[in-house]
Protein backbone atom coordinates (compact mmCIF):
# COMPACT_ATOMS: atom_id res chain seq x y z
CA UNK A 1 0.00 0.00 0.00
CA UNK A 2 1.52 3.86 -0.77
CA UNK A 3 3.08 5.55 2.27
CA UNK A 4 -0.16 8.35 1.56
CA UNK A 5 -2.96 5.80 1.52
CA UNK A 6 -1.54 4.23 4.59
CA UNK A 7 -1.77 7.42 6.04
CA UNK A 8 -5.11 8.53 5.15
CA UNK A 9 -6.35 5.54 6.51
CA UNK A 10 -4.99 6.09 9.93
CA UNK A 11 -6.24 9.47 9.95
CA UNK A 12 -9.75 8.49 8.96
CA UNK A 13 -9.89 5.45 11.29
CA UNK A 14 -8.38 7.62 14.21
CA UNK A 15 -9.90 11.14 13.62
CA UNK A 16 -13.01 10.84 11.39
CA UNK A 17 -14.37 7.59 12.27
CA UNK A 18 -14.87 8.37 15.64
CA UNK A 19 -17.20 11.56 14.69
CA UNK A 20 -18.60 9.79 12.37
CA UNK A 21 -19.65 6.84 14.55
CA UNK A 22 -21.85 10.05 16.33
CA UNK A 23 -23.16 10.45 12.54
CA UNK A 24 -24.65 7.18 12.81
CA UNK A 25 -25.91 7.22 15.59
CA UNK A 26 -28.80 9.44 13.99
CA UNK A 27 -31.80 8.53 12.34
CA UNK A 28 -30.32 10.97 9.39
CA UNK A 29 -28.74 10.72 6.65
CA UNK A 30 -26.49 8.06 4.82
CA UNK A 31 -24.20 7.50 7.72
CA UNK A 32 -24.48 3.35 9.43
CA UNK A 33 -22.49 1.49 11.66
CA UNK A 34 -21.30 -1.29 9.88
CA UNK A 35 -20.88 -4.47 11.93
CA UNK A 36 -18.65 -7.23 11.98
CA UNK A 37 -16.16 -10.08 13.13
CA UNK A 38 -12.63 -10.33 12.33
CA UNK A 39 -11.43 -12.68 10.07
CA UNK A 40 -8.41 -13.70 12.11
CA UNK A 41 -9.15 -12.17 15.27
CA UNK A 42 -12.55 -12.79 15.99
CA UNK A 43 -12.98 -9.37 17.75
CA UNK A 44 -16.36 -7.73 16.78
CA UNK A 45 -16.02 -4.50 14.68
CA UNK A 46 -17.94 -1.22 14.66
CA UNK A 47 -17.14 0.74 11.50
CA UNK A 48 -19.29 4.10 10.62
CA UNK A 49 -19.66 4.00 7.22
CA UNK A 50 -22.04 5.79 4.45
CA UNK A 51 -24.53 3.65 3.05
CA UNK A 52 -27.83 4.20 0.39
CA UNK A 53 -30.56 2.39 0.69
CA UNK A 54 -31.68 0.22 -2.35
CA UNK A 55 -35.26 -1.98 -2.91
CA UNK A 56 -34.13 -4.77 -0.80
CA UNK A 57 -31.27 -3.71 1.23
CA UNK A 58 -27.83 -1.03 1.04
CA UNK A 59 -25.28 -0.20 -1.24
CA UNK A 60 -21.81 0.68 -0.18
CA UNK A 61 -19.00 2.84 -2.43
CA UNK A 62 -15.74 1.47 -2.28
CA UNK A 63 -13.70 4.21 -2.01
CA UNK A 64 -11.00 2.34 -0.72
CA UNK A 65 -11.13 -0.34 -3.42
CA UNK A 66 -12.40 -3.87 -2.21
CA UNK A 67 -9.21 -4.56 -0.24
CA UNK A 68 -10.72 -3.14 2.87
CA UNK A 69 -10.67 -4.48 6.09
CA UNK A 70 -14.34 -4.88 6.60
CA UNK A 71 -15.16 -5.80 3.25
CA UNK A 72 -12.94 -8.63 3.87
CA UNK A 73 -14.39 -9.84 7.44
CA UNK A 74 -17.77 -9.78 5.90
CA UNK A 75 -16.54 -12.07 3.03
CA UNK A 76 -14.92 -14.34 5.47
CA UNK A 77 -17.90 -15.11 7.59
CA UNK A 78 -20.70 -14.64 5.26
CA UNK A 79 -22.78 -12.12 7.38
CA UNK A 80 -23.03 -8.89 9.10
CA UNK A 81 -25.06 -6.32 10.75
CA UNK A 82 -25.50 -3.00 9.92
CA UNK A 83 -27.14 0.10 12.38
CA UNK A 84 -29.41 2.35 9.91
CA UNK A 85 -31.79 4.94 11.02
CA UNK A 86 -32.15 3.83 14.55
CA UNK A 87 -32.50 0.16 13.12
CA UNK A 88 -30.85 -2.67 13.39
CA UNK A 89 -30.52 -5.19 9.70
CA UNK A 90 -29.03 -8.50 9.07
CA UNK A 91 -27.26 -9.11 5.76
CA UNK A 92 -25.62 -12.46 4.63
CA UNK A 93 -22.57 -12.27 1.96
CA UNK A 94 -21.94 -9.04 0.55
CA UNK A 95 -22.45 -9.27 -3.32
CA UNK A 96 -20.13 -7.05 -6.33
CA UNK A 97 -22.55 -5.27 -7.99
CA UNK A 98 -22.51 -2.99 -11.49
CA UNK A 99 -22.21 0.62 -11.62
CA UNK A 100 -25.12 1.28 -13.61
CA UNK A 101 -27.47 -0.38 -10.52
CA UNK A 102 -25.21 0.91 -7.61
CA UNK A 103 -26.09 4.92 -9.05
CA UNK A 104 -29.49 4.50 -8.93
CA UNK A 105 -29.14 4.54 -5.46
CA UNK A 106 -27.32 7.39 -5.28
CA UNK A 107 -28.08 10.96 -4.78
CA UNK A 108 -27.03 13.41 -7.74
CA UNK A 109 -24.27 15.66 -5.64
CA UNK A 110 -22.75 12.18 -4.97
CA UNK A 111 -22.64 10.49 -7.98
CA UNK A 112 -21.13 14.29 -8.82
CA UNK A 113 -18.44 13.70 -6.57
CA UNK A 114 -17.90 9.73 -7.23
CA UNK A 115 -17.30 10.74 -11.01
CA UNK A 116 -14.63 13.02 -10.09
CA UNK A 117 -12.96 10.50 -7.77
CA UNK A 118 -13.37 7.98 -10.14
CA UNK A 119 -14.80 5.47 -7.65
CA UNK A 120 -16.35 2.35 -9.74
CA UNK A 121 -16.61 -0.57 -7.13
CA UNK A 122 -19.68 -0.75 -5.31
CA UNK A 123 -21.15 -3.64 -3.08
CA UNK A 124 -24.85 -4.46 -2.17
CA UNK A 125 -25.78 -5.66 1.76
CA UNK A 126 -29.12 -7.80 0.55
CA UNK A 127 -31.44 -7.86 3.47
CA UNK A 128 -32.14 -11.13 4.99
CA UNK A 129 -35.86 -12.06 4.61
Known sequence: MPKDNKRLRTFVKHVVNP?????AQSSRGPFALLR?????????YETPIMVWRMKDGFMIVLTYGPNTDWLRNLQAVDQGSLRWHKREY???RPE???AKT???ALPPFIK????LRGA?????LADVQ
Not at 36 to 44: D, F, I
Open 90 to 92: VFK
Open 36 to 44: HVGRRSGKR
Open 120 to 124: HEYVK
Open 112 to 115: FVLG
Open 19 to 23: VLRNA
Open 102 to 104: ARQ
Open 96 to 98: FID
